[in-house]
């Protein structure tokens, strides 16, 4: 029972981060509840979907299959990502001036909402797929009961959707005026992490160099299997060894993602009420 | 315009056909009662190889190393191929995360 429990709280610690993550980054955005709910659904159904397929998955890319496909996964969820703020940088002081409440686009904030919803899905679909594979394996292994199992599955997803909601119920206290940008570092970080472990899973797929394995080692500071260091892997991208090529991707997609919201930042003067009340009456 | 070309450059690097696989040395393990069989696999140095891991088991198996940075579904009665290094001479531990009580190894690399 603490076998299951333990597997399953760690697979559903890493998803409920992100899905508490994009909760904090979405406050004030139309049907928020509605989409992070049909994110989670649709994490759900995929990983039983992908779990079923991982043989077929696994044979594909010349037995490369299972290591593209999460490469490509992240990759899409790092794309949602940078969009994401690249548009709070337009939007997300308009939103603090009406208080969190996003008045003028609402086609677009609905928009913005579906691509968050993808990134919820698919680190669902993600961290699920092994978890319904883990827990196939021990009903079909027999040696713990069906009780046992389904029990510590339950007690393991309970404690990490319990952290998730720490971690959301921590960070939508801040004070408004700090609020966008503490959510625009933590997606950018968040983004930088997934491309980084993008990158390691296309070394693994020997599509992409190594170019220095590890490049520093710092596993004697803090290992990176120890609780914080897991933390910090995923909110950060923190890596007790990195390859060469892992830190490369990290700061480019840091960089580029920063010249996006400069570049699409909303600048000052901002546009008239006016001109807002024309725009959503269009 | 910077977020077309990023995925034009995912879709690329996605496309690319893996590297031949072929040439270089294989290693051959199996796991069979959640154990993995050799535990201990010696490896050359400096090398990229080749690891076929066979899973003799009903059940689905993880293989996992931290130091390796590899994590692989491996499906009962399945075979997955892992290619890893160059490695420098060293120790680098392997498990099974499904079955971590017992599925462990290590690669040694000299």
């Known amino acids: 029972m603490l076998g299951s429990a333990i597997i399953v709280f760690r697979e559903s610690l890493e998803a409920s981060l992100i ?42 890319g010349g037995g490369m299959g299972q290591e593209l496909f999460s490469a490509g996964v992240l990759g899409i969820a790092v794309l949602m990502l940078a969009w994401h703020n690249i548009w709070m940088a337009r939007h997300g002081m308009e939103m603090t001036r009406q208080a969190r409440q ?113 490049l520093w080692d710092t596993s004697a500071f803090l290992d990176q299997s120890s609780l914080t260091g897991q933390l910090l892997h995923l909110l950060i991208g923190y890596e007790a060894q990195p390859l060469g090529i892992q830190v490369v991707v990290f700061v480019t997609t840091l960089a580029l993602i920063l010249f996006g919201m400069w570049r699409f930042r909303l600048r000052p003067p901002t546009r008239p009420p006016a001109s807002k009340l024309a725009d959503s009456t269009a | 315009m910077f977020l077309t070309r990023k995925v034009l450059l995912t879709a690329a690097l996605l496309a690319l056909p893996v590297a031949a696989l072929a040439g270089e040395a294989e290693f051959a393990i199996t796991i069979k009662d959640h154990r ?75």
């Open chain 1, 19 to 60: 899905v508490s993550i994009v909760a904090v980054a979405t406050v004030g955005l139309p049907h928020r509840a509605r989409w992070i709910a049909a994110g989670i659904a649709g994490g759900v159904v995929g990983s039983l979907l992908v779990a079923m397929m991982t043989e077929h998955i696994a044979e594909l």
């Open chain 1, 102 to 214: 996003l008045g003028s686009d609402v086609r677009s904030g609905e928009r913005e909402m579906s691509a968050l919803a993808i990134v919820i899905s698919l680190a669902v679909l993600r961290e699920g797929s092994e978890t319904a594979l883990f827990l196939y394996s021990l009903f079909i292994g027999g040696n713990e009961s069906v009780a046992s199992v389904i029990g510590g599955g339950i007690l393991g997803l309970a404690a990490g959707v319990a952290a998730g909601w720490g971690l959301y119920a921590g960070f939508v206290r801040i004070p408004v005026r700090w609020f966008f940008s503490v959510t625009s570092v933590l997606v950018l970080a968040l983004a930088a992490a997934m491309a980084s472990n993008m990158a390691r899973f296309l070394v693994a797929a020997d599509v992409l160099p190594a170019l220095a394995d590890p």
């Open chain 2, 36 to 110: 993995f069989d050799p535990a201990e696999v010696r490896v050359p140095a400096g090398q990229k190889i080749k690891l076929v891991v066979k899973n003799d088991d009903k059940t689905a198996e993880e293989f996992e190393s931290k130091p390796l940075k590899r994590e692989k579904i491996i499906q009962g009665g399945a075979s997955a191929t892992i290619v890893i290094g160059p490695l420098k001479p060293g120790s680098y531990p392997f498990y099974g995360e499904f079955h971590e009580a017992t599925a462990k190894g290590v690669i040694i690399a000299e």
